[in-house]
């Protein structure tokens, strides 16, 4: 195009018209999501599930790109010195078409967690909260792959090749990415096993806290400090894990050393006291429950108690062994028995007494 065609009134005429009409589609776009889109989501909202409102959010902003370009197809066709009937804009366009569409599923497989809690409490059909995260991650891989590979085929792209190429590349590839492996066959031993589930409080040499997401290379586990901690998943599949809220009871053991002044006959009535006490509180797990007078110390006996709580929860587990101490204090004040304290007696005989009181 010569330059006094370019700046002919009839060129500049039909340019003028093609940007107003890719203009024109910018500001219907601009209208779909503040109007039409609003109004399609208050509807979805009716629905007896929320599949179509996650539908919609996910299509959210493919839709208002298809706007983008649709008004370019149109503004192309319209202006006569861009060939929109030409092979490679043709292929181009439905790519784009192609890469929008796999966008708006992409999102909606990232929101496919909800999808799936949906399902567990709709239906008899349950999926395991630690499963979830992986089957929403495996749904995002094959909308990417299958909507790259349809991309490489709109654009005429041999898929074959690549993929043989990949078998070829297969080896240094495994090489290269062996602790990305490893991440990935600890993440199945996580699932398989199940030691633990999302919202568990658990403890392992690395970290202690409540599981929040496990992923393919990872799991992230929120300390009692707030924190997140990310940890390997083949790190943790090597490491052994306490769960704790796996635990039926939970439990309570310590000692009460008491002096030797006290008589036997004191020491052995507060003893079958306690136990009687502690097999009368329906808070306490009525299967072990073990008070005795167990070592002699250099200052006292020890009364050895082991008993469990029926509760699991760390606030009503703290409440129940504080009013179990201070039950256990009225007892031994009502017995009227001495509690040992650290110390040390110091002997003397008369001639070193009246020594030591001579030089004071």
Not at 189 to 201: H, S, Y
Request: aromatic share 12%; net charge neutral; charged share 20%.
């Amino acid at each position: 195009m010569t330059w006094e065609l370019f700046l002919s009134e009839q060129h500049l005429k039909k340019l003028g018209i093609a940007i107003t009409i890719f203009l024109l589609f910018l500001l219907l776009r601009k209208i779909f999501a503040k109007y039409i889109y609003t109004f399609l989501l208050r509807i979805s909202k009716k629905a007896p599930n929320d599949f179509f409102s996650y539908l919609f959010e996910s299509f959210k902003k493919p839709l208002q790109w298809l706007f983008i370009t649709i008004g370019l197809y149109i503004a192309v066709r319209y202006y006569p010195y861009l060939n929109h009937q030409s092979d490679s804009f043709v292929k181009l366009l439905r790519a784009s078409i192609i890469a929008l569409i796999g966008w708006g599923f992409f999102n909606l497989s990232s929101g496919s967690h909800h999808l799936f809690r949906k399902i567990n409490e709709t239906t008899t059909i349950q999926i395991d909260d630690i499963l979830i995260p992986f089957l929403s991650r495996i749904l995002q891989f094959i909308v990417v792959a299958l909507t790259i590979s349809v991309i490489l085929q709109e654009l005429d792209y041999k898929i074959d090749g690549f993929i043989a190429g990949l078998g070829l590349g297969g080896l240094a590839i495994s090489l290269a990415a062996k602790e990305a492996l490893a991440n990935l066959f600890g993440g199945i031993v996580l699932i398989t096993e199940k030691p633990f589930t999302i919202g568990d409080w658990v403890m392992t040499p690395s970290v202690e806290g409540t599981v929040e997401d496990i992923s393919f290379r990872s799991t992230k586990i929120r300390t009692f400090s707030q924190a997140i901690v990310t940890v390997p998943n083949a790190t943790l599949a090597n490491e052994p894990i306490t769960n704790w809220s796996k635990m039926g009871k939970r439990q309570i053991k310590f000692t009460i050393r008491v002096t030797y002044d006290n008589p036997a006959s004191k020491i052995k009535h507060i003893v079958q006291r306690i136990e009687q006490l502690l097999k009368s509180n329906p808070d306490i797990h009525p299967e072990t429950i073990l008070v005795s007078a167990d070592t002699y110390q250099e200052d006292g006996i020890d009364i050895f108690l082991y008993f469990f709580t029926k509760t699991t929860d760390w606030e009503a587990y703290l409440n129940i062994r504080q009013q179990i101490n201070l039950d256990i204090l009225e007892i031994i004040d009502d017995e009227e028995v001495t509690i040992a304290i650290p110390s040390r007696r110091l002997l003397m005989d008369d001639k070193e007494f009246e020594s030591l009181k001579d030089k004071r």
